[in-house]
């Protein structure tokens, strides 16, 4: 087989371990001189191809590459971006067969979510659709954990350890403040259709610290006296008491409760977030003083406090994505096959694209409490291994020493710009 | 001198580190049974004092105690409660009295920020005021970093660590997103009366790795149009930009700007915080897309990032507390006096307490840049150190192992409650 160069992008919502991910793809393009010739990253995505803004990676030194295991966020920049159906716009898929050709690409690894697994499904097709030959492999990433057949996804097990600890140490502070001040802490987390983050703040809890935490799933219609009832409990009993708020929560009626026409002083709409809805609710039902946070890009930033598992899973996978194109693998996803909960053991699995690709992974029902507002055995065993060890970037001057590459364009070879 | 009993505790809002400062109380006070026989600690602070509801520290273990080191909050409850004049209110001072000379308390040790020094030098005049003879020293605290003479407050470096680490996370998260979507990213910091904790996101910017930042102190009146075309100026510059937005950023008036008058749907009153509302005005007025967060307590509770430097006065501190009421000193503050800024060198001093109390330390104005909007290499070089070093605690199945006193109350010796 000739040697052929490689095309590499991050697509979606970036993660704190997507540029392991990356690291993983490079590195192992690296060791493959023989069949892999340069790998190009598209600048902000699938965008970066289509418009032939080629990130030239083979001017990055090795240390460089090495230090994207420790970066978060897209170190290639990331886009928004799904390509169209090949029926209605053929333009689209014919540009980027003009890319590929101009720069003797024979490989395509996209890095990303369900949208993005769609994508590279469209771009594996290419060979049969348009006679172009190509292989593609998507590498999983996404912090929503909603990618099917993958046991998880990376970037999921840094935002669950985030949550989970940063709801274990508010639920410190608010304990020492109960006597006299806040009663109640209330935190939004993302994950709009799915309460894996939110499920993740009942981690904060466990057999050796017990913790009164109460949750609010986007799977569970809000049941406001229900909830009230519970907090009340919670605070009666314990002093104090944490919520997690899923930003997807919703009402019996499917509209989501951070949309309750919030109007400012001249009547403008205000989009506020559902926890200090929560918050306020609490106070003016059940009189507690409260505080509360809205986690945001935080959780999914936080690369000084990544999962080791997931920092590891998102490495191999990157890894695994080259190895199964060289092998001969097109429109294939490497996956996380757990062997054990406990002692924790996974290994590297295959799925095909086209049973990936606008796919959405429920929550199963099992793994939320009977009342609705928590956790059960089933889904701490799950989520349990996903935030194990710390894998802690270095350091510098106090802040953790992430590293931005220089991101060099590649030549132009095509005339003209290409509209997005 | 005759073996007496020690009194501690913990008051205001609770920081990462003030357990480490408890730490070094209790080691230090163990380590000479000669004159400090048992600590008790007050349960919520001065409450514990005056409800009699002490701990006895002594059922505790030295691994336990160690442990406080690691753990955030404060491990015997704090509480928000000054004592009044003792002109007006003779009868708290009777009772403090009655409950030390009930228990052979000598010495009094308390940890907290101003108003909580206030509260230490009244009870450091009962010798005087009304003959009972007890060693007051105060063991400063408070993440505001706004107490006199002492150069840093035990809980501010932490707290602007992690302040400087999220802005410089959520800076590469958005700078991914910026090409298709997010250009604006706002975080909202505490500090409703001085700007040190907003000064800290400033830090998240370095030579080696520069970032578009915009801060909003409380010392520099909002202006809309000035802030906006600074945001716009960046944006256009790097693609996208950050806004840290202190909590007590205020309009030309001095009102709030958090209190706009935000009405829910029904038209009740809305408390949301300032991020959503710069956040808002932005897109309004320049269309970018943003993406806002509110660390609240989390940037006080993150033990799991806490600043080393910070660690190792808080529990410092706590030792020359104790080595100062050993040496009969009374009415006095140990403090950090800096040596050096690089390399960072700094040693304990003492403050009387009457140059302390309800004394509260500006930030100093050649700190904050000439457009109002940023930090001075002068603030800089005064941050810097303060941030330096990681102090991780242990971790148990993905978790900080945080340490949970068993807080055995002493028998009460006293007939009645005290009511507060």
Redesign the interface.
Known sequence: MAVKNAFYA?SG??T?VINASACGVLETARDHPDKIGKVYAGR?GI?GALQEDLIDTSLESSDAIAALKH?????F?????KLKGLDTHKAQYERLIDVFKAHDIGYFFYNGGGDSADTCLKVSQLSSSLGYPITAVHVPKTVDNDLPITDCCPGFGSVA?YI???V???S??????????TKL?V?EVMGRHAGWIAAAGG??S?E??PLPIVILFPEVPFDEAKFLAKVDEMVKRHGYCSVVVSEGVQDRDGRFLSD??????FG?A????V???I??LCR?KLGYKF????????Q??????A?KTDVDQAYALGCAAVELALSGKNSVMPTIVRKSDSPYSWEIGVAELKDVANVEKKMPENFISEDGLGITEACRRYL?PL????D?PP??????D?V?LKNIAVPKKLEGEFQI
Not at 172 to 181: E, L, P
Not at 260 to 265: C, V
Not at 291 to 298: K, S
Not at 395 to 400: E, I, Q, S, T
């Open positions: 991050q919502g970036v704190s902000n965008i970066t978060p966020s897209g170190a920049g990331s886009c928004r971006y350890k989970a600890i940063s274990k140490e508010a410190f502070d608010v304990a020492s403040m109960a006597k006299t001040s802490f935190i981690l904060a466990s050796d610290c309750q026409g919030l109007r400012d002083a403008h205000q989009l506020g977030g926890a200090p809805i918050a306020n003016e505080h509360w946070a809205v986690a945001d890009y935080l999914r930033a936080a690369r000084h406090i999962s349990q935030i194990l060890g710390e802690y350091y510098r001057n106090g802040l953790p992430y931005r």
